[in-house]
């Protein structure tokens, strides 16, 4: 069984940064492709940016709503996915999470586990 546990969220001005962590179970990182979605209320989800596996050489995939602003990456080491936030807009003001499946892309659908979210806010 797969636990991610998110942190790191919180409310920010428009143009500040944060950066969300997910700490996974061991092993995780390597192994599954690890995501990042958002729902914000009355909303759909929405695909935020994805890293593959050790198999995939850990490429990097991003919305295009956040391409250029939003980093993700991982620590294999102390089993912790990341996402880097910057020049954040009111817009990105959503409940984040993280997610983890073999073989998944950018469909929640094909995530077979989530942490519990952590909310972003970011103000005007």
């Known amino acids: 069984q797969v636990q991610l546990v998110e942190s790191g969220g919180g409310a920010v001005q428009a143009g500040g940064s944060l950066r969300l962590s997910c700490a996974a179970s061991e092993r995780t990182l390597n192994f599954y492709v690890m995501g990042w979605f958002r729902q914000a209320p009355g909303k759909e989800r929405e695909f935020v940016a994805t890293i593959k596996g050790i198999w995939s050489g850990g490429r990097t995939f991003y919305a295009d709503s956040v391409k250029g602003r939003f980093t993700v990456s991982k620590d294999n080491a102390k089993n912790t996915l990341y996402l880097q936030m910057s020049n954040l807009k009111p817009e990105d003001t959503a409940v984040y999470y993280c997610?983890?499946?073999?073989?998944?892309?950018?469909?929640?659908?094909?995530?077979?586990?989530w942490g519990q979210g952590t909310q972003v806010t970011v103000s005007s």
């Open positions: 997610a983890a499946g073999r073989g998944a892309d950018r469909d929640g659908d094909e995530y077979d586990y």
